[in-house]
Every structure is written in C-alpha cells, then in structure tokens.
C-alpha cells in the first residue's frame, strides 16, 4: 500500500503525538489535530486566488472552527473574521481580531448585540427589513463607523445537502431578492439610508457547486448596480460574497480549488473583478477541513449478526453531522497500529462504532478496513472544521484536546495546546452540580 503524502504527514504527526502521549489509551483517548501549516498554505491559495488589485478582506467564518488560539493565527495569517452569535464575537475578539475586520451576520441579533457591534465599529449585515429598522432607530442616537449593509438571499436554488443550502425559495436567510415587491422595497431601504452601503449573499456551504454560489454572487452585484444607477450614486461600494465552498471529503486531493471557484466567478460576475466594489469573502470549511484530524482508540472489537464492529472513542459528540446524517457526511477513516503506523493487510468490511449510548452512534458502517484490534487507533480524515471545535454534549462525554501541529524542515513535529480536553469536574460543574 503506498500513502499519499498527505497521509503521510498525518501518519507522521500521530507517530509523534503518540510518542508524547497526547493520545494514550488510558489517559487520553480521543484528540483533534490541526496543521497549522497546511492552514497557512490554505489562506496564501485563498489570497492568491484573488486578483492582488481586487480591495478583499477575506474573513474566516468562526462557526467552522472556533478555537481562539486556531483564530489568532488565522489573524496573523491575514484573515479577517465573520461572527454570527455574541460568543463567537468574544472569540474573534479574543483572538486579536480588529472590530473593522470583523463581520456580524446573526440572523437573530438582538439589540444589545447590535449595540455592542455598532459602539465598537464592527461590520454588520442585516438579515431583514425589521432588523433595518432596528438599526435606523440605534444610528439615530449614535453615529456608528461600522460598515453596515443588508443580506440579500438571490433564491438561486439549492445543493445536494438540504440543511446547507441558503438560497432557496424559502430560505430563512435574507431577503428574497426575487419576492414579488421585495427589488422596489429594497430599492426603496438604499434610498431612505445612505448609512446602508454593502451588499451580502452566502448561497450555501457544503453541496453547492461552485456554479450555483458564483450565479448567486452574480445577482448580488447586479442588484448593486441596479441600486447605484437607480440612485444616481455610487451607494453599494463593497459586495460581501459569504463562503461556501465545498470540500472533497473523498480523497487527499484538494478540489474545487479556490482558484477554479474564482474562475467561475468571473465567468458569471465579472463586474465583481472591475475594482468597483470592495469585497468581502466568509470561507470557513475550505480553510480548515482539509487541515485538521481526529484519532481515536479502539476500545473493543465485536461481531454482530455477522457484522464487525470496532467500538471507538469518536462518535456523535464529535462527529454530530456524519452520525445523524451519514449519507451527506461521509468521512474518509484511517486505520491505524497502537504506535500510530498506518495498518495494512486484507480489507475487511468493518462499523466504526463510537462510545455514545444509542444505536446509530456509528461514524463509519461496512468500511472496508483492515481489521482493527483494541488498542488500535482510527483517524477521522477531513475534520479540522465543523468537528472537534464543534462538540456535542450527548452522554456528558468530554470536550476531547486539541493541538496546533508544525512540522519543520528536519520533520520534527512541533504541537501546541490549543484546548485542554474537559475535565470530570467541569463536566460537573457545566451540568449544576
Ligand atoms: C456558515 C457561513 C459561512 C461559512 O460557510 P463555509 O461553508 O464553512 O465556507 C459564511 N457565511 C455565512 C453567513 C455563514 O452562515
């Protein structure tokens, strides 16, 4: 069997961690891993994607990997950050983030909220009319140097994942662009406030073809320009385009690449490329999926009715979408020695099972594998986003550890804590006792 290099490295990286004991089969059975490398490779191709005269500030979307130590170097990185609930503004806070190169885009933000944002200067687009409103009283009493704009939802259709697509019909996000009234009204709100100058439309994430987010951003930019040639002014001066780019959950191979997904972009809305708007991005996922593992010991091995199941420590409260939703979140899962050297021999069609008490707790079923033993070690391919940062409290399982990994030029693997795994008496604390 020959590894990929990116398996490589990861074969490497848990060789290491194993040796330092960060994952231990007594102490330590489940931890995340984050290349901060490879992070750092991701956000250079993001900015390279983007012609160098285009004025960007490309934000991280928080929600994808929240860890304040993972946002502080995606802000020395050169990203700026997008927020969408009071905790994650404390976060980018936190992590250093300059409130003008934050985003707020709650589709629920509460008065206070928006009164913290517009006091500290933080951008923020409004998800509907009411919230316009809202806003028009605050400003009243205080001038704000917040950029301010309105989400529009460009009702372009949806991708193969249901829950992940925001620009349908009947989306709860925005203002449908395409609702009878809804162009005159919104006309209308550009007219009535010369405060409101951005435009902001996120199609969707995961399942969205480049092509469906590209003609969605399109209709953005052409409303811009309806906008400013109905008022006569040149009102919208920045386009906030979200992110959404889908990863490859299949393979090493990273694709679509930003590069082909700005490509499409210019195929459909090349007014976004003239330098007249300012842009914003959101990306989250495709930064960091592709940069983050997770492994996991193997408790046990068992047959059931004829099926083999390996019952490990990764299950839903890491895992939350895979688990309910395993046909739209496969995972790619790597079998591994208790050293953390890559496991060979003859597949065997194996459940990856994991320790939560209900029955479809399974992050992986009839994978073929070779056959796992106790005390072996599974990794969980593609999660540096929306998995271990994102933990669910089913069975008062703990908040497992995660660590920033570097590898330098002589292949030594540099790790950083970036979250203590929880402990028992937290876990008492957070349930009252
Ligand atoms: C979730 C979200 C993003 C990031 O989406 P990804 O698929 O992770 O790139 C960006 N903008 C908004 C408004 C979001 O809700």
């Known amino acids: 069997m020959t590894l990929t290099q990116a398996a490589k490295r990861r074969e490497h990286i848990l060789r290491a961690a194993v040796r330092r004991r960060l994952i231990d089969p007594e102490n330590a059975l489940l931890a995340g891993f984050v290349d901060l490398d490879g992070m750092a490779a991701s956000v250079a191709a993001l900015h390279a994607a983007f012609p160098a005269s285009l004025p960007?500030?490309?934000?991280?979307?928080?929600?994808?990997?929240?860890?304040?130590?993972?946002?502080?170097?995606?802000?020395?990185?050169?990203?700026?950050?997008?927020?969408?609930?009071?905790g994650e503004l404390a976060q980018a806070l936190a992590a250093g983030f300059a409130p003008d190169r934050i985003v707020f885009d709650s589709p629920a933000k509460t008065r206070a909220e928006l009164v913290h944002s517009l006091d500290l200067g933080i951008a923020v687009n409004a998800d509907n009319?009411?919230?316009?409103?809202?806003?028009d009283e605050l400003i009243a009493s205080r001038p704000s140097p917040s950029r301010l704009g309105v989400r529009i939802n460009p009702q372009v259709g949806g991708g193969s994942i249901g829950a992940m697509s925001t620009a349908t019909q009947t989306s709860k996000f925005g203002i449908a662009l395409e609702d009878e009234g809804n162009r005159k009204r919104l006309l209308h709100a550009f007219q009535q406030r010369p405060w409101l100058t951005w435009l902001h439309a996120h199609?969707?994430?995961?399942?969205?073809?480049?092509?469906?987010?590209?003609?969605?951003?399109?209709?953005?930019?052409?409303f811009a320009d309806e906008v400013n040639a109905a008022l006569g002014r040149r009102q919208v001066v920045g386009i906030d385009i979200?992110?959404?780019?889908?990863?490859?959950?299949?393979?090493?191979?990273t694709s679509p690449t930003y590069e082909a997904y700005v490509a499409r972009l210019q195929k459909y809305a090349p007014g976004l490329?003239?330098?007249?708007?300012?842009?914003?991005?959101?990306?989250?996922?495709?930064?960091?999926?592709?940069?983050?593992?997770?492994?996991?010991?193997?408790?046990?091995?068992?047959?059931?009715?004829g099926r083999s199941i390996a019952i490990t420590h990764a299950g839903a409260q890491v895992a939350v979408r895979t688990v309910f939703m395993p046909d739209s979140w496969p995972l790619r899962i790597g079998a591994h020695h208790p050293t953390g050297v890559t496991k060979s021999g003859e597949l065997v069609e194996q459940d990856i099972a994991g320790p939560c008490c209900f029955a479809g707790d399974m992050v992986a079923e009839a994978r073929p594998l070779p056959p796992l033993a106790p005390g072996d070690i599974v990794t969980l391919l593609d999660t540096g986003a929306y998995y271990f940062s994102t933990p669910f409290r089913y069975n008062s399982l703990p908040v497992p550890a995660v660590y920033g990994v570097?590898?330098?030029?002589?292949?030594?693997?540099?790790?950083?804590?970036?979250?203590?795994?929880?402990?028992?008496?937290?876990?008492l604390a957070g349930s009252g006792a």
């Open 56 to 86: 960007a500030l490309h934000t991280f979307a928080a929600k994808a990997n929240c860890l304040v130590p993972v946002l502080k170097e995606l802000r020395t990185l050169g990203m700026g950050c997008e927020v969408a609930s009071p």
């Open 129 to 135: 009319f009411q919230e316009l409103d809202r806003i």
């Open 203 to 222: 199609v969707g994430s995961q399942g969205c073809p480049p092509d469906l987010i590209a003609r969605g951003v399109a209709k953005a930019v052409d």
């Open 242 to 253: 979200g992110g959404g780019m889908p990863v490859n959950f299949a393979s090493d191979e």
């Open 273 to 305: 490329f003239t330098g007249a708007y300012q842009v914003v991005t959101e990306f989250g996922r495709s930064l960091l999926a592709k940069n983050g593992f997770m492994a996991a010991y193997v408790e046990y091995t068992k047959s059931s009715g």
């Open 406 to 427: 570097r590898v330098d030029a002589t292949g030594n693997v540099h790790f950083h804590l970036v979250r203590p795994a929880e402990t028992t008496d937290q876990i």
